[in-house]
Structures are given as C-alpha cells and as structure tokens.
C-alpha cells in the first residue's frame, strides 16, 4: 500500500472515531472526557498495532503510550462557517516538497480564550462527501510541546452554516512519527499566534 493509502486509511478511520464520538453527545462533563479518552485509545491501538501504521517495528515495540494535554472541554467551539468567495483548487505543500490539491472552501469563525478565531477549511479535490473538512494548523505550542509542522483535525459539518472544533481531538500527521512519510502543512491562514493547549503533543518527548 503506498504512503498516500495508508495515510487516507488513517484518515478514514480518524472521522469514523470523530463521527461516534459526535453521536455521544457531550452535555455530561464526564462522558465528554470518557469519549475524548476512548478515541486517544483508539488512535494509541492503530499506531500501536495495525499494520499501516507508520510507526517503525521498533517504534510499535517501545511505544506504551501517546503524550496529550489534559481534556479540556473550553477548546470544543461552535464555529460559524463562512463561504471563501473566489473558492478555487490550491496546492498544500507536503514536507516532502511534493504538493497536494484541496479546495480552498470556507472559513471557520469562532471565539476562542477570548480571542477572535479565522481558520481556512480545506477539502480534499477527491472528497465525496461534501460536508467532511480537512484542518491543519500551528500554533504557539509548535515546535515546543507540540510537533514543529503542525496539527490536524479532520471534522464534519454538522448545520446549515456551523461546524464543530474540538482541539482535544488535534493529532499529529504521519510525519511526525517517521519522516519517511510526507504530509501537508498548514496554510499560512492557520498559522496560529495563540497557544492550543489542547489535543496530542509531540511525539517521543
């Protein structure tokens, strides 16, 4: 399986962990934690054991656990959406210097420690389903606590004009475990100035 399959396998199965844990509910502080706790687990199991992981066999053997921020229910926000008005195809450099196209689609707005938030959604060119987006960004935690070329998350549009963010959920690219992989890094609209405080830090600190 080449390195685009097996990091679109992970993909997969990172919304379909996004989308129970959706379907949870989280007005119950503690079944919150209990859902965010069981899909750390999960991701822990798939770098820890399934065969696509990225992770070396001697990483797989040495790994007994993944680093993240305590949960933090501040970071989940009810983000308006709102249309980018020259919406056109833009290529996302990889780590490698190779490119990947997403369309550039809509931005994220929302308030977040007091501060007033933009985030560029992307979508995959070959994305089917039109309500899944694609968000990497960096912020002030970058390079320190968390890894240098940034963080994901993979979300679902779930209103008309809204979509869900819930940083506690932010994982780290493929890169960040094997160099050998090659991932998009942020777009410069989602380089952060604020710490997030808030998902998984860096690998193997």
């Known amino acids: 399986m080449s390195q685009k399959n097996i990091i679109l396998a992970f993909v997969v199965v990172v919304v379909f962990g996004t989308l129970i844990y959706t379907?949870?509910?989280?007005?119950?502080?503690?079944?919150?934690?209990?859902?965010?706790?069981?899909?750390?687990?999960?991701?822990?199991?798939?770098?820890k054991f399934n065969a696509d992981s990225p992770l070396t066999q001697e990483q797989k053997q040495s790994l007994e656990a993944l680093d993240f921020y305590d949960v933090d229910p501040t970071y989940k926000v009810k983000a308006r959406m709102e249309p980018v008005e020259d919406r056109k195809m833009m290529e996302i450099p990889l780590t490698d210097g190779s490119v990947e196209k997403y369309v550039r689609h809509s931005f994220a707005i929302f308030e977040l420690k007091g501060k007033d938030v933009k985030l560029l959604l992307l979508q995959a060119a070959d994305e089917t389903d039109r309500r899944n987006f694609f968000l990497a960004f960096a912020d002030d935690t970058s390079g320190e606590e968390t890894y240098g070329g940034g963080r994901y998350l993979n979300l679902r549009q779930d209103g008309q004009r809204s979509i869900t963010i819930d940083f506690n959920l932010a994982y780290n690219p493929y890169c960040a475990y094997n160099p050998d992989f090659a991932c998009p890094l942020p777009p410069k609209e989602n380089l952060l100035e604020i710490p997030i405080l808030a998902g998984e830090k860096n690998y193997g600190k």
Do not use: I, S
């Not at 379907?23 to 770098?47: I, M, N």
């Open 23 to 47: 379907l949870t509910g989280t007005e119950d502080p503690e079944l919150y934690k209990e859902t965010v706790h069981a899909e750390r687990e999960r991701q822990f199991k798939y770098l």
